[in-house]
């Protein structure tokens, strides 16, 4: 993806706001913080927002905001970015995996159901909404309702997703998000947001990203040191406004691969009925996945792998952790097969284009 190019086109008011925090003589957690919170909160309905360092504390402070912590069992997915089984351990929980649905990528709740029958006293799950695709929460939160456990969505790659007319984040009992650049809500550096519907674990949050104060100097609990700072929020206020246009633009470059791709010998992505994918990634699947990215490479054209290795199969994580009884063969399978083609709401028609004939003529 070009990083560059939302600067390129609305650089004026970048720099505007930029500027009006350097001259503040206030840079972090101050009232570009504040308002950020409160605008994205309300942007996505999301309740109440804290903003923080990045998305991996935000999601180990959206478990900590529940009360989830040392030695309690966290179930969640091997497919995903490293940082959410990472998130688990930092507050020294234990994670669990879960398979994923073999065709939409997320948690798949048949899974859970016989992790939570084979392994005793999880406490949390954490559904990654992974490439901007939705999990199925109705299918989560029927596994998790009726034995108290909690639900916590990663929204890192999945900022004004959609199931039916609620945005993700604002389903389950609290919610991260990640602003790293390249997500569909990145700032110019590091950033991250916790969100829940239930305030009093936003005031949690609020504490333990400060050492734990509620009165300055005054640790109730002990914290960390996880802030959101005043010029990444200033960026993201200005960034917000420009969300559900981008969001959109990811979705029309998402049909047009569609149509152009179709008829190949190439898994498209599907939308879950009566979900609104917002396409952080646009993720294909092929058995010969490695010789069609080294073919595409050669024609200038680059693409992804989200993710070549299950977290399970990592060094740091491999043999240690349990999964589900029935292994993780669909988590295996995707890690062996995806691609993901370039995306980012910049990206031209005619670049779409010259990617979809490249891609037809290497499959
Ligand atoms: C699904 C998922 N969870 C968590 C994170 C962690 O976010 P960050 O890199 O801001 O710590 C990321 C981003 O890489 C992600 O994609």
Same mark, same amino acid.
């Given at each position: 993806?070009?990083l560059k190019?939302f600067?390129?086109q609305?650089g004026?008011? %970048?720099?505007?706001?930029?500027?009006?925090?350097?001259?503040?003589g206030?840079?972090i957690?101050g009232?570009?913080?504040?308002?950020f919170?409160?605008?994205?909160?309300s942007e996505?309905?999301?309740?109440?927002?804290?903003?923080v360092?990045?998305g991996?504390d935000?999601?180990? +402070?959206?478990?900590?905001?529940?009360?989830?912590?040392?030695?309690?069992?966290? !179930?969640? /997915?091997?497919?995903t970015? /490293?940082?959410?089984v990472?998130?688990v351990e930092?507050?020294g929980?234990?994670?669990i995996f879960?398979?994923i649905?073999?065709?939409?990528?997320?948690?798949?709740?048949?899974?859970? !159901?016989?992790?939570?029958e084979?392994v005793?006293?999880?406490?949390?799950v954490?559904?990654?909404?992974?490439?901007?695709?939705?999990?199925?929460m109705?299918?989560?939160?029927?596994?998790?309702r009726p034995?108290?456990?909690w639900?916590?969505?990663?929204?890192a790659q999945a900022?004004?997703?959609?199931?039916?007319?609620?945005?993700?984040?604002?389903?389950?009992?609290?919610?991260s998000?990640?602003f790293?650049?390249?997500?569909n809500l990145?700032?110019f550096?590091?950033?991250?947001?916790?969100? !829940?519907?239930?305030?009093?674990?936003?005031e949690?949050?609020?504490c333990?990203?400060?050492?734990?104060?509620?009165?300055?100097?005054?640790s109730? %609990?002990?914290?960390?040191?996880s802030?959101l700072?005043?010029?990444q929020?200033?960026?993201? *206020?200005v960034?917000?406004?420009?969300l559900?246009?981008?969001?959109k633009?990811?979705? !029309?470059?998402a049909?047009?691969y569609q149509?152009g791709?179709?008829? +190949? *010998?190439? %898994? +498209?992505p599907?939308?879950?009925?009566?979900?609104t994918?917002?396409?952080?990634?646009? %993720?294909?699947?092929h058995p010969?996945r490695?010789?069609?990215?080294?073919e595409?490479?050669?024609?200038?054209?680059?693409?992804?792998?989200?993710?070549?290795?299950?977290?399970?199969?990592?060094?740091a994580?491999r043999?240690?952790?349990?999964?589900?009884p029935d292994?993780?063969?669909?988590?295996?399978?995707a890690?062996r097969?995806v691609l993901?083609?370039?995306?980012?709401?910049?990206l031209?028609?005619?670049?779409v284009?010259?990617?979809?004939?490249?891609?037809r003529?290497v499959v």
């Open positions: 993806m070009d190019a600067y390129d609305h004026a008011e %970048v720099d505007a706001a930029v500027a009006r925090v350097l001259s503040s206030w840079y957690l009232k570009e913080v504040e308002a919170e409160a605008a994205f909160a996505l309905d999301l309740g109440t927002a804290a903003g360092g990045n991996t935000a999601l180990m +402070l959206a478990l900590r905001g529940l009360g989830v912590g040392p030695g309690d069992r966290v !179930a969640t /997915v091997s497919h970015a /490293v940082a959410t990472a998130a930092l507050i929980a234990v994670p879960v398979d649905d073999p065709i939409f990528f997320t948690l798949s709740p048949q899974s859970l !159901a016989r992790c939570v084979s005793d006293g999880i406490k949390a954490v559904a990654v909404h992974l490439y901007g695709q939705p999990a199925d109705a299918g989560i939160l029927d596994v998790c034995r108290g456990i639900v916590v969505e990663d929204c900022h004004g997703a959609r199931i039916g007319a609620t945005t993700v984040g604002g389903i389950g009992d609290s919610a998000f990640s790293y650049p390249t997500k990145g700032a550096g590091d950033g991250g947001a916790v969100s !829940a519907r239930n305030p009093s674990v936003i949690t949050v609020r333990l990203r400060q050492y734990g104060w509620r009165e300055r100097y005054i109730d %609990v002990p914290g960390y040191n802030r700072d005043e010029l929020a200033s960026i993201l *206020n960034k917000l406004g420009y559900a246009e981008g969001n633009r990811r979705r !029309a470059i049909a047009r149509t791709l179709s008829g +190949l *010998n190439l %898994v +498209l599907q939308e879950a009925p009566g979900t994918h917002v396409y952080h990634q646009y %993720v294909v699947r010969e490695d010789r069609i990215a080294a595409l490479r050669s024609v200038g054209i680059g693409t992804n792998i989200h993710y070549p290795v299950p977290v399970h199969l990592q060094p994580y043999g240690r952790l349990a999964a589900d292994g993780l063969l669909a988590t295996e399978a890690a097969e993901s083609l370039p995306m980012y709401p910049e031209e028609d005619k670049a284009d010259r990617v979809i004939e490249a891609v003529s």
